[in-house]
């Protein structure tokens, strides 16, 4: 079962046999986790690697013998079970999926190993957030992409107080001349 499940992990990894489960919610979840390993070092919480990557693609093709059979699996709790409970507890809290802003609004945060997690927001939502949101207990500040109303970026910040007092006094007549129907403050 061992040698099977191996044949198959390789077929996996080199794209002849796709697992539909492994998508991109399974990977941003182990790309929060090997930034938060890096961010929060005291945690320890363990990183996946190639190598760790294989081993959990094993244990999900384990018991089978033909791609028929694994194509379908399960994929996200296989991953997370790498971690305990507490530490996935930890994750959540410390490098959250969503971002929770005013009026009840969760946007997705974007993270990209190597880089400060980035929010993209249109600027309507942000008009209640005066100073630049940040993650792992105020370590790390999120880089912002505020958002037209078209959803086009107007501005990538990490001083949303400096944007604020400058730019937005510099942008405001334009924006609401061509998107007259949204709010601006």
């Not at 794209?15 to 492994?22: A, D, E, I, R």
């Not at 941003?28 to 930034?35: E, S």
């Not at 320890?44 to 033909?66: D, K, M």
């Not at 296989?78 to 409970?85: A, I």
């Amino acid at each position: 079962p061992s040698g099977a499940a191996r044949i198959l992990a390789a077929k996996v990894l080199d794209g002849t046999c796709p697992l539909k489960q492994w998508d991109d919610h399974v990977d941003n979840w182990i790309t929060r986790l090997n930034c938060l390993s890096r961010w929060y070092p005291e945690a320890e919480l363990p990183v996946i690697g190639e190598e760790e990557r294989l081993s959990l693609i094993e244990q999900i093709c384990l018991g089978a013998i033909r791609y028929k059979q694994i194509k379908d699996r399960a994929v996200l709790p296989v991953v997370k079970s790498w971690l305990s409970e507490s530490q996935q507890n930890l994750l959540d809290q410390l490098a959250p999926e969503r971002l929770l802003l005013s009026h009840n609004r969760r946007l997705k945060l974007r993270y990209e190993e190597g880089k400060p997690p980035v929010l993209a927001a249109k600027i309507q939502n942000l008009y209640d957030l005066k100073d630049q949101p940040s993650i792992v207990n105020g370590r790390v500040p999120v880089l912002l992409e505020i958002l037209a109303p078209n959803m086009r970026p107007i501005q990538v910040t990490s001083d949303l107080r400096g944007f604020w007092q400058r730019t937005y006094p510099e942008i405001k007549g334009e924006l609401s001349r061509r998107y007259p129907k949204h709010e601006w403050r």
